[in-house]
């Protein structure tokens, strides 16, 4: 909310055995004050109680913001979907997009970007594999085509995200520490 100076950032809050959405906000982009008056539960919506994290908020064409939130619902892996029109209050919008592969798959830090004519979805899959992945549409609807090499480097380059500086899309994200810190080194 640049017009009124209020700045928000959504983030999980994790208990031993919940998680849910918290929000916090600031006017100068540097002290932010968590605001105890909003959580957001997915158990509240069906989604699962134990894993319901990553918040990621963008707007989209129409001029909506969209949280994409990372759970499961029915044991199954899935990105929740959260829509508002002031940033403030939320909405549940079902699932944006449910996940194929089973229940021993979990899917976090979901980033949602459009890029030329293609809206993409970036994601860590939280398995045995644990890669970043992406998927792409040319509607932020779908349908979501998964391109034939559909990961980022190799192995445990994990919880990617991306950043736009006006010109460049970046991708960052987390590699593991290696035995003996050599990069030829194991897991």
């Not at 209020?6 to 999980?12: A, D, E, N, R, V």
């Not at 229940?103 to 890669?131: H, P």
Request: aromatic share 18%; hydrophobic share 30%.
């Amino acid at each position: 909310d640049e017009a009124n100076k209020l700045y928000y950032t959504y983030y999980t809050g994790h208990t031993a055995d919940t998680e849910v959405v918290m929000r916090a906000t600031s006017t100068d982009f540097k002290t932010w004050s968590k605001d105890r008056t909003f959580f957001l539960p997915g158990s509240n919506d069906g989604y699962s109680r134990k894993d319901f994290r990553d918040p990621f908020i963008f707007e989209s064409e129409s001029g909506k913001y969209h949280m994409i939130v990372s759970t499961k619902k029915d044991g199954i892996g899935v990105l929740a979907e959260y829509t508002s029109t002031d940033l403030k209050a939320w909405e549940h919008a079902g699932v944006f997009m449910p996940m194929h592969w089973g229940a021993d798959r979990f899917y976090e830090c979901a980033d949602v970007f459009k890029m030329g004519d293609w809206w993409y979805l970036v994601f860590s899959e939280y398995s045995d594999g644990n890669k970043t992945r992406y998927r792409m549409s040319k509607s932020i609807n779908g349908p979501w085509i998964t391109p034939a090499d559909d990961s980022f480097d190799g192995r445990a380059y994990y919880a990617a995200r991306t950043a736009f500086d006006g010109e460049r899309r970046v991708l960052f994200g987390w590699v593991p520490t290696r035995d003996e810190g050599g990069d030829p080194s194991s897991y």
